[in-house]
């Protein structure tokens, strides 16, 4: 997952990691300084501070992705893992009508 920050309608974050093939724990990244908007996705922080969280099986991490820029530095040290990202928007925010926000794939394709 490259270094980027998220949509409007991923107000708040929760990565969770739910299992690894050699449980080694593979570090989530977070900048701890305001996201700049126009930066887009790139492949580190460049100069922005940013703290590592170590993530293991169980191991979840609640942040606000749209203020903070995340990713992860380094390739999975597993050979496999598995994980959930959960997204939300505050229900009376600037943002609220992001919520249920369903991706439009056109028409429905016909057989």
Do not use: I, K, Q
Not at 23 to 33: H, I
């Amino acid at each position: 997952m490259r270094v980027h920050s998220d949509r409007p309608a991923c107000e708040v974050s929760l990565s969770l990691t739910l299992a690894s093939s050699d449980s080694l724990p593979w570090p989530l990244s977070v900048g701890t300084a305001p996201a700049n908007e126009s930066r887009g996705v790139e492949d580190d922080f460049g100069n922005e501070p940013y703290d590592s969280f170590a993530m293991n099986a169980g191991d979840g991490l609640l942040y606000r992705g749209t203020e903070r820029r995340h990713g992860r530095l380094e390739p999975n040290p597993n050979r496999w893992s598995a994980h959930v990202f959960f997204m939300w928007v505050h229900a009376a925010g600037e943002h609220r009508d992001g919520a249920f926000e369903r991706l439009d794939l056109g028409a429905a394709p016909s057989f």
